[in-house]
């Protein structure tokens, strides 16, 4: 039985339709999708390379 993946709404993301959501699955991978349909991936990437562009984010301002 493989576990369905959590998804997290982004905590910028206000009422409108600009959300963001993102999970990590198990093992090495994190999931980013579009607010409308979680279910449907828009991006997968490593959890060292998902943590890269957080600190890129938060650095740049």
Do not use: I, N
């Amino acid at each position: 039985m493989t576990a369905q993946p959590v998804w997290q709404k982004s905590s910028f993301c206000d009422e409108g339709d600009a959300c963001v959501y993102v999970a990590a699955t198990p093992g090495s991978l994190v999931r980013v999708a579009d607010h409308a349909d979680p279910a449907h991936l828009v991006l997968a990437t490593t959890q060292a390379a998902w943590a890269d562009f957080l600190r890129g984010v938060k650095e740049s301002g």
